[in-house]
């Protein structure tokens, strides 16, 4: 989640940003300039505005998962260690560090969230050439 807030405010401060010089870009004698101007701070703006609308769907994401349930196979919301790396299944967020331990998180949708998905402590899943095996699922 704390992710997300972070993306969320820079998003919101760069939409406040290019508002900002929007308003502070006076006319000029040279029409287009302005017009220019005006038009690289809406560009900006839009840009932001899709980032935070990204940033909102990831927090809708992580909202909808159960934190509270104990399950023996994969699913959304999962942290999965296996031999060859600590995952959890939630959202793409990349590498996270938890107590001294790292993470990927990743989306159920991704190539390597679709592959463990279902799968029990023991199970084992290739991907890219890779053997993976589940070794625990909290």
């Given amino acids: 989640m704390d992710y997300v807030q972070k993306r969320m405010a820079a998003a919101q401060q760069g939409i406040d940003e290019a508002q900002q010089a929007a308003k502070d870009d006076t006319k000029s004698s040279a029409g287009d300039k302005y017009e220019t101007g005006r038009e690289m701070a809406q560009q900006e ?69 679709l592959k463990m998905k279902g799968l029990k402590v023991g199970e084992e899943f290739n991907l890219n050439g890779k053997q993976y095996k589940v070794e625990s699922i909290l």
């Fill in 45 to 113: 703006t839009d840009r932001n505005m899709a980032q935070l609308t990204e940033a909102n769907k990831l927090k809708i994401a992580l909202n909808l998962i159960a934190t509270s349930g104990i399950t023996n196979r994969v699913e959304n919301g999962s942290v999965v260690i296996t031999n060859n790396g600590n995952f959890y299944v939630a959202i793409s967020a990349g590498a996270l560090t938890v107590n001294g331990d790292s993470y990927f998180a990743i989306s159920p949708a991704s190539p390597i969230g």
